[in-house]
């Protein structure tokens, strides 16, 4: 995985933190559910699944994605069918994605947290190897401590990944003073395993009904999740 020197762009030791926000990337700062949408029904197509609307996908996405397509068809996609479902998606995916750009006010938001001497690092089930050279694209690699994106198969948990990108943050953040910011019911249960927080954004994979029941903050901007990463671990 790639570690980012902990040091502002300018070149300044970062103060130090009391709060820490490991941000998601796909449907949290990367406004991309179009380019998901459409890879998706390119998927569903390979196993004879209709197209969706992207509010009919919200309803119906879950992770781990297999688990999903298993909703989908009524039974567990054999081994080949899945291989084809993901190529299927990869492929579409990497030919609708460049179109996206970030969420409505992430760079700002972004830049916010760090110039008020609190740190940030992004966690994705994205490829690493894909994710490093599109935050660069950004220009936001600078304002994150580490980057890392999936580096096994994809359609796992996002459980044991913050495990890993927490361990390897090490004594630069607390846990306990730790919010993940994500759109997704398993972003919230990744880090309640992980002795953090969690604020879920609806602007992504789900709707706030599949949210809620999760029991953290739902909120309905970046905006509104960062405000509350500051209060509830103040």
Not at 8 to 37: C, K, Q, Y
């Amino acid at each position: 995985m790639r570690t980012l020197p902990a040091c502002r762009p300018s070149g300044l030791p970062f103060p130090p933190v009391r709060t820490h926000i490991v941000w998601d990337w796909n449907g949290t700062l990367f406004h991309d559910m179009e380019a998901v949408l459409g890879a998706s029904n390119a998927a569903f197509a390979t196993i004879g699944v209709a197209p969706m609307t992207l509010e009919q996908y919200r309803e119906q996405y879950e992770i781990p994605i297999p688990r999903f397509y298993e909703r989908l068809l009524g039974r567990m996609p054999s081994q080949e069918e899945w291989l084809e479902l993901d190529d299927a998606f990869h492929v579409v995916y990497r030919e609708l994605s460049p179109a996206c750009g970030l969420t409505e006010g992430a760079r700002d938001l972004l830049a916010g947290w760090q110039s008020a001497g609190h740190s940030q690092s992004l966690l994705s089930m994205y490829d690493h190897d894909r994710l490093v050279p599109l935050v660069d694209t950004f220009g936001l690699t600078g304002s994150f401590l580490r980057v890392d994106g999936r580096s096994g198969p994809s359609g796992g948990q996002k459980a044991e990944q913050l495990v890993r990108h927490l361990a390897a943050l090490g004594e630069q953040v607390d846990p306990a003073r730790t919010v993940l910011i994500g759109d997704a019911a398993d972003d919230a249960l990744a880090a309640l395993d992980a002795g953090a927080r969690a604020v879920l954004y609806t602007g992504g994979s789900h709707t706030r009904e599949k949210l809620e029941p999760i029991g953290v903050p739902v909120v309905d901007s970046l905006a509104e999740a960062v405000e509350l990463a500051r209060r509830i671990t103040g």
